[in-house]
Structure formats: structure tokens, C-alpha cells
């Protein structure tokens, strides 16, 4: 049977992020992918101009309309609006009983826009971070789940030890807010991996994150272990942004389909 995948996040009409790219994603990677809309957003390369969150209602019925009928191996969320949006989800996750679950925190779009109202940051991190086992926060979204500045090396290991001291059975903490290469810093609650690539000279890196993640629950829906899963998703992103070209004037997609359609 074919790994099947699902993403609960909003929808990017420009196409670059949210359940466009997660989709995009899962295709690329021969994982039939379903989705779950919690937010319709106007948004292109520039920004982000206006959200209209789903009722919860729908929202869980959506979840129920896949997991019921066509399963999920890997399920990912990204954009979670409100502490009623992230409570559904994570009570419906507890009722399917989802256990490849990554959480993509996402709180800021490319242009910096914000898309996760700031009280529901506790929210976040008491219901759905202790059903997660990935959490794949950048160094912003880290610094907002432990509440201090995370600059050095070293802050960005012991942030990684609070993340899991918050129920996450694994952190990955991304680089690409740091300089020098991009350096993801995998934390299992035991032991430290680093995922180590170059930094490419590009403003078109809108989408990483929700494809990032997508990816991993692509590569887990696959029957990959945490560390190969995460692994893969780097390769895979890495090539995304190598291969990424303009659709506008602000900051475009990373090219989804840099594997079968050659330059």
C-alpha cells in the first residue's frame, strides 16, 4: 500500500507555504498526501493581507473525515492560529490516537506577518508539544516555547532540553536564523545530532519550514526511523533551496519539484 500523509495547517493561496507546500511535498516524495484547512490566508511573496481561521468544528470534522476512512502514517501541523484551534487538534490527535505526529510551530510567515496569536503560545505548549514526536521550531519560534534568548551554540542545546522537558519526544532545532552553515540541531531527550548544510545566497526560502516538516512526516509515513527521517527531510530542503527561482517580487517558494523537473 502507499505511505499516506497528512497535514492540519492553513492554506497560502500564493502557493509557497502551508498546505500547498506540505502537499507539494508529499508528492515529491511518492506519499499520497491528504490535508486538513485550519486557516484560508490572502498571501503571495510579498505577504501575508488577511486570515480567516475554520470554525474548530469543521476543523475536527476534517480530521475525523481522513483518519476514519483513508489513515495517515506521518501527520504534520503548522499553522495553528488560535488556543481553540490548537486545542481541537490536539484533542482529536489524542482520540485517533496519532503517533507519528510533527509539530511545526509556526508563529511568523516569511514576511513577518504573524500567524499564531500570542496567547496561545501556553496553549501550544501544554496541549500538542507533549503529543509530538518531532517538534521543528527555528531559533525564534525556539526562543518563544522556552522564553529566553537563544544566540549561542550553547543556548541552543540546553533550549532543545527544555523543548523535551515540555513532553516533545524529539526537538530540531533549525539553523536558518543562524549565520554560517545551516545547522539543525536534532535533541531525543539522550543525545545531540547535527544535520550540517551550506547557506545559499537566496531570498527564495518562502515555505522551508512547513517543508521541512512536511517532509519528515513524509519519510516517517515511509516507515523511517526519527534521526533517517529528519535526515532525508534535510536533503531534500537543501535541494529545494539550490534549486529555487523567482514567481515574484518578494520571497518565492523553494522549488518542490527540483528532483523530476531539471532546470
Known amino acids: 500500500m502507499v505511505a499516506k500523509a497528512l497535514t492540519i495547517a492553513g492554506s497560502d493561496s500564493g502557493g509557497g507555504a502551508g498546505i500547498q507546500a506540505d502537499l507539494k511535498t508529499f508528492a515529491a516524495l511518492g506519499v499520497y498526501g491528504t490535508s486538513v484547512i485550519t486557516a484560508i490566508t490572502a498571501q503571495n511573496t510579498r505577504g501575508v493581507f488577511a486570515v480567516q481561521e475554520i470554525e474548530p468544528s469543521v476543523i475536527a470534522a476534517q480530521i475525523d473525515a481522513v483518519l476514519e476512512d483513508i489513515g495517515a502514517g506521518g501527520v504534520k501541523t503548522g499553522m495553528l492560529s488560535s488556543s481553540t484551534i490548537i486545542e481541537t487538534v490536539a484533542e482529536r490527535a489524542r482520540h485517533h490516537g496519532i503517533r507519528n505526529l510533527v509539530v511545526d510551530p509556526v508563529m511568523v510567515a516569511k514576511s513577518g506577518d504573524r500567524l499564531l ?5 501556553t496553549v501550544l505548549k501544554e496541549k500538542l508539544l507533549p503529543l509530538a514526536l518531532v517538534v521543528t521550531p527555528n531559533v525564534p519560534e525556539a526562543e518563544t516555547l522556552v522564553g529566553r534568548p537563544v544566540v549561542t551554540d550553547e543556548d541552543v ?27 539543525d540541531l536534532l535533541y531525543d531527550g539522550r543525545e545531540f545530532r547535527a544535520f550540517r548544510s551550506p547557506r545559499f545566497d537566496t531570498p527564495h526560502t518562502h515555505g522551508t519550514g512547513c517543508t521541512f ?14 534521526v533517517d527521517a529528519v535526515a532525508a527531510a534535510k536533503d531534500y530542503v537543501t535541494g529545494a533551496i539550490a534549486a529555487a527561482y523567482p514567481i515574484g517580487d518578494g520571497h518565492s517558494p523553494v522549488h518542490h519539484f527540483y528532483r523530476l523537473w531539471p532546470d
Open 117 to 121: 496569536r500570542a496567547d496561545a503560545v
Open 157 to 183: 542545546e540546553e533550549a532543545a532540553r527544555a523543548i523535551v522537558r515540555l513532553g516533545a519526544r524529539t526537538v530540531v532545532i533549525k539553523g536558518g536564523h543562524r549565520s554560517g552553515d545551516a545547522v
Open 213 to 226: 516538516s512536511a517532509a519528515i512526516a513524509a519519510s516517517l509515513a515511509k516507515g523511517m526511523d526519527v
